[in-house]
């Protein structure tokens, strides 16, 4: 089956599959993996201590893979400065960025004249044309159902993945709820021209620095074990829900601030359950989609399945 669409052209890789950014968790390891078995994958840059550390991921990257990667931009209302992350970016020319979570524009001045494609991950149609503006090459459509920062407006995939695709001539990928074949089928059945995973990514042997207590958990639970916190601070995201979330939704519930939300939803306090696999001490990331996952294959099991899968459903269709 030819998987050809205009991401995969954008992107020169072989399947339209990307993985996402997944702060604390994409590195060298698992991108070039995704990249090795035909998607795109990304290094996350934001979570690193230093532009230096990042310099190094994408080298190890390089070492791992000729094919192409990526490396995503999280730039928050809380987050770090990013542009000397960028500047390494640059220099190591690492021939897609992706942005996601806070404004663009201050990325793209920074890339005008670079030779890189330019992906922006929006969760709402009119951020989307402003990407399409600002000179994005394509777009990242996040639906209601996905792990991590999400879009304002409670939209699912499956209705915003259409409106976008009608008001953009850029390429869409779709994301969010999004884990095995049916679902990039799907996802093109849509509009969309290629499709973006980040929770099934995680639940990979490849995923080294996701703790086993993490990769059980998304492996044991269903589509009923995430809730959604930060929404009060204008910043939703879905978790896994456990009785660290309680904590952030109670004060959620008391009107709480960024102040007082701080220590539970830090850095630190995901890396005590991603890394250490200390459930009551932190917080994890996961979409809707941990109730599909019943395995942790390698990326290369998983883009196998995917495919065969994709493609019998395409078979079902032209019978």
Not at 290 to 309: A, C, H, W, Y
Request: with cysteine; charged share 25%.
């Amino acid at each position: 089956m030819n998987w050809n669409t205009r991401v995969t052209e954008l992107l020169n890789i072989k399947y339209p599959i990307i993985q996402g950014g997944l702060a604390h968790l994409a590195y060298s390891e698992l991108a070039a993996a995704v990249s090795n078995a035909g998607g795109l994958g990304q290094v996350t840059a934001m979570s690193l201590e230093s532009p230096d550390a990042l310099r190094e991921e994408i080298r190890k990257v390089k070492k791992m893979t000729e094919q192409p990667f990526g490396v995503n931009f999280a730039i928050g209302q809380h987050g770090r400065p990013f542009s000397h992350y960028l500047d390494v970016a640059i220099e190591e020319e690492v021939p897609v960025i992706s942005m996601t979570g806070g404004n663009p524009a201050p990325i793209f001045e920074q890339l005008k004249g670079v030779n890189v494609k330019k992906l922006v991950l929006v969760a709402a149609k009119r951020q989307a044309i402003k990407a399409e503006e600002l000179g994005a090459d394509a777009v990242m459509v996040v639906g209601q159902e996905g792990g991590g920062h999400l879009g304002r407006d409670d939209i699912g995939t499956f209705v915003l993945t259409p409106q976008v695709v009608d008001a953009v001539s850029i390429p869409v990928i779709a994301s969010g709820g999004i884990g095995d074949g049916r679902g990039l089928m799907a996802a093109l059945s849509l509009g969309a021209e290629g499709i973006e995973m980040g929770t099934r990514f995680i639940a990979t042997e490849e995923c080294i620095h996701a703790s086993e207590v993490y990769k059980k958990r998304l492996v044991e639970g269903s589509e009923n074990d995430t809730v959604v916190i930060k929404k009060t601070i204008g910043a939703p995201a879905r978790v896994i829900s456990n009785s660290w979330t309680e904590k952030i939704l109670a004060i959620e519930e008391q009107n709480g601030g960024y102040e007082q939300l701080k220590d539970y939803i830090s850095g630190k306090a995901n890396k005590k359950y991603i890394y250490e696999g200390k459930e009551e001490e932190g917080f994890a990331w996961a979409g809707q989609v941990m109730g599909l996952i019943k395995d942790v294959p390698t990326v290369q099991e998983l883009f196998n399945r995917m495919i065969s899968e994709g493609e019998s459903i395409r078979n079902k269709w032209t019978m």
